[in-house]
């Protein structure tokens, strides 16, 4: 990163609109005397020399003249040095890996270098139109695909009525839609049997720890201990609450790259607990991470769950079953191609279109009605599920997709789940 040089002639409409905007939004009794404070400062900014102001400088890390960037944090600095020494992300950094169960890029699936692709594969930028044999083929491993995995209908929703939600103001739904869903993953773990049975429950990606808060506010006993990892560390979540319930949890700063779940079975198998892995809407190849890290145990997990999201952000290093897709005739630039597609299934309705070729031809099924691009779309995200579950499977889990929530709730709406096949179980 480095500063944009920034002019003053630019700086002074910027000074201007904020203050007016400001003085718009408020009260008519306080807007006046915003008023005087603007032509205050449109007389102060008209005072401005026309001159560019002087914008900062920063050489490479490591320069003789002590300054550059921070590896670290990213920050331009004058004095590189000193910065090192006081950089709080380098001390977060430290702190990650003094943990014990930290194993530097232990999940992210290759270091192989991979030359540049023919096109830019930018989750912001509009897809180029598919090509109908692309399509066909996406068709056709979707139907070898579909018969093999199991995919269990939506369980008995007894939390709210589809009316109730519609009652609801935009700030109580996303509260209310998320504690939904936390809830309902905790269903499914219960149907498993590894709830209140003194186990450690690991959230993965935990965030806020809603997740988390669900398990502790299900086991009345307080049997289980809760250990809630992410890179980041929320301003708003719930360990206030998981302190007042009386549950045993902890929280560490750690990147799922570097989550090593073998150390960390060991550790706590010294404690007499077994683990389970639970998530809630881990974005593209964080899932991914998750899913290695999972496989990296001495022994099979007691359970996993692992909603999954954001397929448009997989990359083809660290996805786990490139040899599903390179066994269908798939290569690298295809598979981007198809989690760029992935994106259409959560498109709101009315962006929902006919899908047309690079000759403007609406592309059609073999049944000759014409493919949605919705529809698509839920096809490229079902196949890097199925080849996740397919993963579980080569690695000792019995592993099935559920749908844990209405499509109302989330269209992001599918459950990865996974306990040790028979005769692998811990």
Request: proline content about 6%; overall charge neutral.
């Amino acid at each position: 990163w480095r500063p944009a040089p920034t002019s003053f002639p630019q700086l002074r409409p910027r000074m201007m609109f904020s203050v007016w905007a400001m003085a718009g939004a408020m009260p008519n009794r306080l807007a006046p005397s915003l008023m005087h404070t603007a032509a205050a400062v449109g007389s102060v900014a008209g005072a401005m020399p026309n001159r560019p102001a002087p914008s900062p400088t920063y050489t490479a890390v490591g320069s003789v003249d002590g300054g550059g960037v921070c590896p670290h944090c990213t920050s331009p600095c004058r004095k590189l040095a000193r910065h090192l020494r006081l950089c709080p992300k380098l001390s977060e950094l430290d702190e990650m890996r003094r943990l014990p169960f930290y194993a530097h890029n232990a999940n992210l699936g290759s270091d192989e270098v991979l030359a540049p692709l023919d096109f830019e594969i930018d989750p912001s930028q509009r897809i180029a139109p598919p090509d109908i044999e692309l399509v066909q083929r996406i068709i056709q491993m979707h139907e070898s695909l579909v018969g093999t995995i199991r995919v269990e209908p939506l369980l008995p929703d007894a939390a709210r009525s589809d009316a109730s939600f519609a009652e609801l103001s935009l700030a109580g739904f996303e509260k209310e839609r998320h504690r939904v869903q936390c809830e309902k993953i905790v269903q499914q773990l219960a149907l498993l049997g590894v709830v209140g049975t003194g186990r450690c429950h690991v959230e993965i990606g935990a965030g806020s720890a809603g997740l988390t808060l669900a398990l502790a506010t299900h086991d009345e006993s307080h049997a289980d201990s809760h250990l809630m990892l992410d890179q980041y560390q929320p301003r708003k979540k719930h360990d206030q609450q998981l302190r007042e319930l009386g549950a045993r949890f902890a929280r560490h700063k750690i990147g799922l790259e570097h989550l090593g779940l073998r150390e960390l079975q060991h550790l706590r198998a010294g404690e007499g607990e077994a683990l389970t892995v639970v998530s809630k809407h881990l974005c593209g190849e964080a899932a991914d991470f998750a899913l290695r890290a999972v496989a990296r145990c001495s022994k099979p997990v007691d359970a996993f769950t692992l909603a999954s999201c954001c397929h448009h952000r997989c990359e083809w290093l660290s996805y786990p079953n490139r040899g599903l897709f390179e066994r269908a005739g798939f290569s690298r630039a295809d598979f981007g191609r198809i989690c760029r597609m992935s994106s259409w299934a959560v498109n709101a309705p009315e962006q929902d279109r006919a899908v047309a070729g690079p000759d403007g031809e609406v592309l059609r099924a073999a049944d000759g009605r014409e493919l949605r691009s919705q529809e698509l779309g839920r096809l490229g995200k079902e196949l890097l599920d199925f080849g996740r579950v397919l993963y579980l499977r080569g690695v000792g889990y019995d592993a099935w997709i559920a749908e844990y929530v209405r499509h109302d709730v989330t269209p992001e709406n599918r459950l990865l789940v996974a306990r040790p096949a028979a005769g692998r179980g811990s």
